[in-house]
């Protein structure tokens, strides 16, 4: 029984200290940054209720709004790669072999 006791205490030791270390080893203020930006981005372009006194709440007002900001949003994040923009978008664009890939902006694929 004392054994038993032991095993669960030295775990607990082990589990606990495991959780301080990666505790110290995080860096809340960047992880903070990063997310307070993605959540900009994509609440951004939302109204701010005015019968909310809470600073900073969004909302959407009609079924069309949601449409209209998911367009918006996706609009943004993602834009599709262009061929002959001068930058070579990998994995969208690739060098150009006959007539796929994008041989103006990343060149003609060499043959060896």
């Known amino acids: 029984m004392v054994r038993s006791y032991s095993y669960l205490s030295w775990f607990l030791l082990f589990f606990f200290s495991f959780l301080g270390i990666m505790y110290l080893q995080e860096d809340n203020f960047n992880r903070y ?8 981005r994509i609440t951004g372009s939302l109204t701010a209720k005015s019968t909310v006194t809470t600073v900073g709440e969004k909302f959407l007002s ?16 993602f834009k599709p790669a262009r061929c002959g923009n001068g930058e070579c978008e990998a994995p969208d664009e690739f060098a150009g072999f006959g007539r796929f ?4 902006d990343c060149g003609q694929f060499v043959q060896r």
């Open 62 to 77: 009609a079924d069309t709004d949601f449409y209209d900001w998911l367009s918006s949003t996706i609009g943004i994040i």
């Open 33 to 40: 940054s990063v997310d307070k930006s993605i959540l900009n």
């Open 101 to 104: 890939g994008c041989v103006a």
